[in-house]
């Protein structure tokens, strides 16, 4: 029964050797061109892949002010850059013009006043 099962088991290794070996194709006598081909299908399917991460969205939960349930906001990272970029320039402008504000006094400075003495 062993001997049956250790036959049975050498048979399907040998069929599927042979099957792997001959699911090659022959070889091409101009194996340069067969490598190039390969090569650009190669760049290909990469360049395919760097389009898809870019275009891949990433989804978040975001609090909406004044409601209990949460939104789901979708986003390319381009798009989220984008926003990253705006958000930096909208702190800068606000970091100036409270610069401006502190170096340019509204009103002019009162001295500070005393208090009344007591008798």
Do not use: F, W
Not at 8 to 15: E, G, L
Not at 73 to 99: F, G, K, N, P, Y
């Amino acid at each position: 029964m062993k001997g049956e099962i250790r036959l049975s088991i050498s048979a399907i290794a040998a069929a599927v050797m042979l099957v792997a070996c001959a699911a090659k194709g022959p070889p091409n006598s101009t194996g340069i061109a067969a490598d190039a081909e390969d090569q650009d299908q190669t760049a290909a399917d990469y360049q395919r892949i760097v389009e898809n991460a870019t275009q891949q969205r990433i989804c978040k939960r975001q609090s909406v002010t004044g409601s209990r349930v949460d939104k789901v906001v979708c986003l390319t990272r381009a798009e989220i850059e984008e926003q990253r970029q705006h958000a930096d320039e909208v702190m800068r402008d606000i970091r100036s013009s409270a610069a401006m504000r502190q170096s340019v006094p509204d009103r002019p400075q009162m001295p500070p006043s005393t208090p009344p003495s007591r008798p």
